[in-house]
Structures are given as structure tokens and as C-alpha cells.
């Protein structure tokens, strides 16, 4: 069995910083994920992605809402991906979800790409 526990979020002024974590565990066995990536959904809309990493994380892709701001990274180690969010909008205020492949390596912006998710971390942004 996987999970993925988000940690990190909360609530924070707008031009402001968070930093969400991600952390995969495996019972019983070695979990290795390809592609890692962040959704988030706000209240009434649905979720979106918001960017993505390869296997093995020297590449990327941003949703254009939050290029320049937002940066994903990971650390296959701890099979962790991280997402540092900078210059935070209310607009970003959503919960935002970690989402892992064992599908594809190469990242993959569509939800069918991934087969593991978070339970979320909800962030709030205050104008």
C-alpha cells in the first residue's frame, strides 16, 4: 500500500511563501515513482495541475498561472517532492494535491497519469 502525505500548507498573506512537502511511503515493499506533480482545486471549480516533475528531476512543466513563481523539486532519497510557492496570490488559495505515476517518467500533466494521490493541504491566501 502508497501514500502520499502533503504537509506544508497553511495560511499566509498575499506575496508571500509556503512550501508544501510531500513524502511517499510503501508498506512492504520499495516505491519508486515516475512523473510527481501538484493539482489544486478551489472552492467550485475543478482541479487543476499546476506543474510537474520527471522521474528524475531535472525537468519540468508549469501551469502558465504560476510560472516564474512556483518550484517543484524532488528528492528521490526520501521520495519526496516539494513545491515552493512564491509571490502567493488569493487567487493560488486552494487545496493543493500531490499526485505520483508509476505509469510514465517523463511528467504528464493529465490526471489520467497518475495512479497515487494525496489527501491535500489546504492553502490560503489573504489579500
Known amino acids: 500500500q502508497v501514500q502520499l502525505v502533503e504537509s506544508g500548507g497553511g495560511l499566509v498573506q498575499a506575496g508571500g511563501s509556503l512550501r508544501l512537502s510531500c513524502a511517499a511511503a510503501a508498506s512492504g515493499h520499495t516505491f519508486s515513482p515516475g512523473a510527481m506533480a501538484w493539482f489544486r482545486q478551489a472552492p467550485g471549480k475543478e482541479r487543476e495541475f499546476v506543474v510537474t516533475?520527471?522521474?528524475?528531476?531535472?525537468?519540468?512543466y508549469h501551469a502558465d498561472s504560476v510560472k516564474g513563481r512556483f518550484t517543484i523539486s524532488r528528492d528521490n532519497a526520501k521520495n519526496t517532492v516539494y513545491l515552493q510557492m512564491n509571490s502567493l496570490k488569493p487567487e493560488d488559495a486552494a487545496v493543493y494535491y500531490c499526485?505520483?505515476?508509476?505509469?510514465?517518467?517523463?511528467?504528464?500533466?493529465?490526471?489520467?497519469?497518475?495512479?497515487?494521490w494525496g489527501q491535500g493541504t489546504q492553502v490560503t491566501v489573504s489579500s
Open positions: 499526485a505520483a505515476s508509476t505509469y510514465y517518467k517523463d511528467f504528464v500533466i493529465r490526471e489520467y497519469g497518475y495512479n497515487y
Open positions: 516533475i520527471n522521474w528524475s528531476g531535472d525537468s519540468s
